[in-house]
């Protein structure tokens, strides 16, 4: 089954960097456009950042744009979010997505918390 194992998650403070990683297996890695998405204590998911299958083209949502950057390597099945210059209202539940088939796959999260 499809499985998706999210690390690299933590404290830190303004102004810092983070990455994160997203481990998938039960599927084929490289045939599936994947996404990054977050979700803060009471606020709806939010979508945080899209790279097609081939790689690119990539997207971002308003808020991250500019300091985040997602990317993959197909050859250890794990996508990636670099995150840069850190606020406090990045701080959320970071989830990585796949669909497919038409059903939607998430992994566990990772907690990201930006605070001095």
């Known amino acids: 089954q499809v499985q998706l194992v999210e690390s690299g998650g933590g404290l830190v403070q303004p102004g810092g960097s983070l990455g994160l990683t997203c481990v998938g297996s039960?599927?084929?890695?490289?045939?599936?456009?994947r996404s990054w998405f977050r979700q803060a204590p009471g606020k709806d998911r939010e979508w945080v950042a899209f790279?097609?299958?081939?790689?690119?083209?990539?997207n971002y949502g308003d808020s991250v744009k500019g300091r985040y950057a997602i990317y993959k390597d197909d050859t250890k099945q794990t996508l990636y979010l670099k995150m840069n210059d850190l606020k406090p209202e990045d701080t959320a539940m970071y989830y990585c997505?796949?669909?497919?088939?038409?059903?939607?796959?998430w992994g566990q999260g990772t907690q990201v918390s930006v605070s001095s």
């Open positions: 039960g599927y084929i890695f490289g045939h599936y456009a």
């Open positions: 997505h796949v669909q497919v088939d038409r059903v939607d796959y």
């Open positions: 790279i097609y299958f081939t790689g690119g083209p990539v």
